[in-house]
């Protein structure tokens, strides 16, 4: 509830004013059936007054005007503020799923994020919303009616209730299973919704390797089994219905027995029987509403807890509660006998330490699996290392605010990841870039060419996820989006592995110049992307197995020797 209350306290004065519009019309609601009553009453005397009938029509048109009117006002500002709550919650959802870390991305599927965004805050919305009406409506309306029943004839009335324990045992033990079976309908909805996901996120390998059997199997599967689930859910909501409407028929069968047994003995007129069954009619819509406002309570419960469950998630990289103040970042990276492991079970890199001064140009290399992306994952805390530290300028980065060490470092990503924008869009990222400046970082890029042959230059959409862009255009792109920003460490990892020989040593030469004072660290299986660097660092198995120059690695390493002289080859031979 913590979760709602803030949204309860913003909207007060819409609610109440809404309550109040719903009060007024379920009042003018009750007064129908008494102007009935002396109606027919007048009707069964035989002394009818055609003007007193033509007034009584006309009040009840004109009140049935007035309630039309309020039942508008009461709709737009209740489920005004409804909307006011989902729109809150999934703003709330969205800034702290960005807050997690990399971490909780890695235990958790997409699929289950995107459940709890859609249909789980559609649940709380219907339960804040609708539950509040039904539940204004029940206790006001429900309970003005059993009075006013109460008041005609108590025995009748007492009578017409008899079925009402009946009716709320069986919505008790029917809500509990339809808390079970709507939390496990909504846990089956995310795997279904991940796995469409993932369906067409690789639409391409599916068509290119005929998967499409294997995957309509999965996703079948994940479809029957959330099918099943919510059918069980729909069944109990089937059984509830007919289980209210089978109680209300009961009372009205008692009214009409009963209740006309009391005309003939002239203990009860005409005119109060039938207004008799007419508040029952009214009370019938509380009535059935408890059933109703069971499925929208416990379904909003469960998926509340599910997005509180979220909500209540901490990323595993806090900031300070008085982060370290640096006046200016050099770029000085150290690293102290570090040990990284994803799940702290398998490691992944064990006892790391080395030194880099501000403007150095690091080389790192070695086998695939070696633990390179890791090790340059951890300077911007996108993880923490298990044991060791990891220092900028002196100072460790659990002592720094997140945000603020991340200002200070451009990170290109070994899978270029572009949004479904423009180029434009895609390089500047929402940054402040004057043209001269954005100019001169696609020809550090070598985008020069790709641009002027798209149709609208910059403004050319490059589809969901660069789709209508190669793969070395794609690179080029997230490679110009990174040097952009122009801070004092630039991090690379593979930046040129899917650019040709030439164009790749013309864009590292180019990177090199551009800043030549930012702390440079590249990550490449092309050594000859390294040869400028200061110093090389080879990594296998999570370790530091070597290092120095290119040209002395070449001398002593065997890993080294080996591997350049075969990207030698192979570079001569695409020639």
């Given at each position: 509830?913590?979760?709602?209350?803030?949204?309860?306290?913003?909207?007060?004065?819409k609610?109440?004013?809404?309550?109040?519009?719903?009060?007024?019309?379920d009042?003018?609601?009750?007064?129908?059936?008494?102007?009935?009553?002396?109606?027919v009453?007048?009707?069964?005397?035989?002394?009818?007054?055609?003007?007193?009938?033509?007034?009584?029509?006309?009040?009840?048109?004109?009140?049935?005007?007035?309630?039309?009117?309020?039942?508008y006002?009461?709709?737009?500002?209740?489920?005004?503020?409804?909307?006011?709550?989902?729109?809150?919650?999934?703003?709330?959802?969205?800034?702290?799923?960005?807050?997690?870390?990399?971490?909780?991305?890695?235990?958790?599927?997409?699929?289950?994020?995107?459940?709890?965004?859609?249909?789980?805050?559609?649940?709380?919305?219907?339960?804040?919303?609708?539950?509040?009406?039904?539940?204004?409506?029940?206790?006001?309306?429900?309970?003005?009616?059993?009075?006013?029943?109460?008041?005609?004839?108590?025995?009748?009335?007492?009578?017409?209730?008899?079925?009402?324990?009946?009716?709320?045992?069986?919505?008790?033990?029917?809500?509990?299973?339809?808390?079970?079976?709507?939390?496990?309908?909504?846990?089956?909805?995310?795997?279904?919704?991940?796995?469409?996901?993932?369906?067409?996120?690789?639409?391409?390998?599916?068509?290119?390797?005929?998967?499409?059997?294997?995957?309509?199997e999965?996703?079948?599967t994940?479809?029957?089994?959330?099918?099943?689930?919510?059918?069980?859910?729909?069944?109990?909501?089937?059984?509830?219905?007919?289980?209210?409407?089978?109680?209300?028929?009961?009372?009205?069968?008692?009214?009409?027995?009963?209740?006309?047994?009391?005309?003939?003995?002239?203990?009860?007129?005409?005119?109060?029987?039938?207004?008799?069954?007419?508040?029952?009619?009214?009370?019938?819509?509380?009535?059935i509403?408890?059933?109703?406002?069971?499925n929208?309570?416990?379904?909003?419960?469960?998926?509340?807890?599910?997005?509180?469950?979220?909500?209540?998630?901490?990323?595993?990289?806090n900031?300070?509660?008085?982060?370290?103040?640096?006046?200016?970042v050099?770029?000085?990276?150290?690293?102290?006998?570090?040990?990284?492991?994803?799940?702290?079970?398998?490691?992944?890199?064990?006892?790391?330490?080395?030194?880099?001064?501000?403007?150095?140009?690091?080389?790192?290399?070695g086998?695939?699996?070696?633990?390179?992306?890791?090790?340059?994952?951890?300077?911007?805390?996108l993880?923490?290392?298990?044991?060791?530290?990891?220092?900028?300028?002196?100072?460790?980065?659990?002592?720094?605010?997140?945000?603020?060490?991340?200002?200070?470092?451009?990170?290109?990503?070994?899978?270029?990841?572009?949004?479904?924008?423009?180029?434009?869009?895609?390089?500047?990222?929402?940054?402040?870039?004057?043209?001269?400046?954005?100019?001169?970082?696609?020809?550090?890029?070598?985008?020069?060419?790709?641009i002027?042959?798209?149709?609208?230059?910059?403004?050319?959409i490059?589809?969901?996820?660069?789709?209508?862009?190669?793969?070395?255009?794609?690179?080029?792109?997230?490679?110009?989006?990174?040097?952009?920003?122009?801070?004092?460490?630039?991090?690379?990892?593979?930046?040129?592995?899917?650019?040709?020989?030439?164009?790749?040593?013309?864009?590292?030469?180019?990177?090199?110049?551009?800043?030549?004072?930012?702390?440079?660290?590249?990550?490449?299986?092309?050594?000859?992307?390294?040869?400028?660097?200061?110093?090389i660092?080879?990594?296998?198995?999570?370790?530091i197995?070597?290092?120095g120059?290119?040209?002395r690695?070449?001398?002593?390493?065997?890993?080294?020797?080996?591997?350049?002289?075969?990207?030698?080859?192979?570079?001569?031979?695409?020639?």
């Open positions: 509830m913590k979760l709602i209350l803030p949204f309860f306290k913003q909207n007060l004065g609610i109440l004013l809404g309550i109040l519009c719903m009060i007024v019309v009042m003018a609601q009750l007064i129908v059936p008494q102007i009935i009553k002396k109606a009453d007048a009707l069964a005397a035989a002394t009818p007054d055609r003007q007193t009938l033509m007034y009584q029509c006309l009040f009840i048109v004109g009140l049935g005007l007035f309630m039309a009117l309020l039942r006002g009461w709709r737009v500002l209740l489920m005004g503020a409804a909307r006011d709550l989902e729109r809150g919650i999934r703003d709330k959802l969205y800034t702290h799923v960005l807050s997690l870390d990399m971490g909780y991305y890695d235990r958790t599927k997409t699929g289950d994020i995107m459940a709890h965004a859609t249909s789980d805050i559609n649940h709380v919305r219907m339960a804040f919303g609708f539950g509040l009406v039904v539940m204004v409506d029940t206790i006001l309306l429900g309970g003005t009616c059993i009075a006013i029943m109460a008041w005609t004839n108590p025995t009748l009335t007492a009578l017409t209730l008899i079925p009402m324990p009946f009716l709320v045992l069986a919505t008790k033990i029917l809500g509990k299973k339809m808390h079970l079976f709507h939390r496990t309908a909504q846990e089956a909805f995310s795997t279904l919704t991940e796995q469409i996901r993932e369906g067409f996120f690789g639409i391409r390998v599916i068509k290119v390797f005929n998967f499409e059997p294997v995957i309509r999965k996703v079948e994940a479809a029957t089994d959330y099918f099943k689930k919510n059918l069980k859910r729909a069944f109990v909501n089937a059984l509830l219905r007919p289980l209210l409407g089978f109680f209300f028929n009961i009372s009205t069968l008692i009214i009409i027995f009963y209740g006309g047994w009391l005309v003939m003995q002239n203990t009860l007129s005409p005119g109060e029987l039938v207004a008799f069954l007419q508040y029952l009619g009214i009370l019938a819509w509380p009535i509403a408890i059933g109703w406002i069971t929208l309570f416990q379904r909003g419960l469960a998926s509340l807890k599910r997005i509180q469950a979220l909500l209540d998630a901490r990323p595993e990289i900031t300070p509660d008085k982060p370290a103040a640096l006046a200016q050099t770029g000085g990276i150290e690293f102290a006998r570090v040990n990284f492991a994803y799940n702290r079970e398998v490691p992944v890199l064990k006892d790391i330490s080395m030194t880099i001064s501000p403007g150095m140009k690091i080389g790192i290399t086998p695939p699996g070696s633990g390179k992306t890791s090790l340059i994952q951890l300077i911007p805390r993880y923490d290392p298990v044991k060791g530290r990891v220092f900028l300028d002196g100072h460790d980065l659990t002592g720094l605010d997140p945000e603020f060490l991340r200002r200070q470092i451009a990170l290109m990503s070994q899978e270029p990841f572009l949004f479904s924008g423009t180029l434009s869009e895609n390089i500047r990222m929402g940054r402040r870039v004057e043209d001269h400046k954005l100019e001169k970082i696609i020809s550090v890029c070598d985008l020069d060419a790709t002027a042959e798209m149709p609208q230059g910059l403004s050319t490059v589809g969901e996820r660069g789709v209508t862009l190669s793969g070395g255009q794609k690179q080029r792109v997230a490679l110009a989006r990174t040097l952009i920003a122009e801070t004092p460490v630039l991090l690379l990892d593979d930046p040129v592995s899917q650019l040709d020989t030439q164009t790749a040593q013309n864009v590292i030469d180019r990177i090199n110049r551009l800043n030549p004072d930012a702390t440079t660290i590249m990550v490449s299986h092309r050594l000859s992307a390294l040869a400028g660097c200061d110093r660092y080879i990594l296998d198995k999570g370790k197995c070597d290092q120059t290119h040209d690695l070449k001398e002593t390493n065997a890993f080294y020797r080996e591997s350049y002289r075969v990207q030698q080859f192979e570079e001569v031979a695409h020639a």
